[in-house]
């Protein structure tokens, strides 16, 4: 027969296994938790910044299309004496570099983006100020959305694996 005091220590034994365990268990369930909520709402936040500052880069592209020829000259981009026309080009430089820091040079997908937007705006530098540039430019504008949407989709896969 099974002795009473083996019994009891057993007893005791495993209501301070159990009383020692479950706030440990609790606690690292609860840090688990935040920290992958405050990971989540941190991406999240990068995918809005992001996604504003592509938007951005494109408007601000389209608008310097159809002024570039203020801004163009022989190649080169010509500081003009118009305030609103170094307001943009800032805006524009300002945007890019934003995007570039948002981006990972590392990742392929990122590097894709960052390579399409320097062609485009190499395009915009080379081709004459004169020339009709608008069809080239929606491509390119539209392979810049198409790359970008692959990044936000992985970003917003990530953002769900973790809610």
Known sequence: MIDPV???LVSAVTALVASVTGPLVTLYI???QIRASVLAANRQKWIESFREAIATFCAQ??????TREKILADGRIRISSDPEMLHRLENLILTFTRI???TDPLDEDHHRLLGDMQELLRFLQA?????DIQSEVEAAVGKIVEASLRVLRREWARVKRLD
């Open 127 to 131: 081709a004459s100020p004169t020339a």
């Open 100 to 102: 570039r820091l948002l």
């Open 61 to 66: 592209i389209a608008a310097i299309v159809h």
């Open 6 to 8: 083996v019994v009891g």
């Open 30 to 32: 609860g840090r688990s």
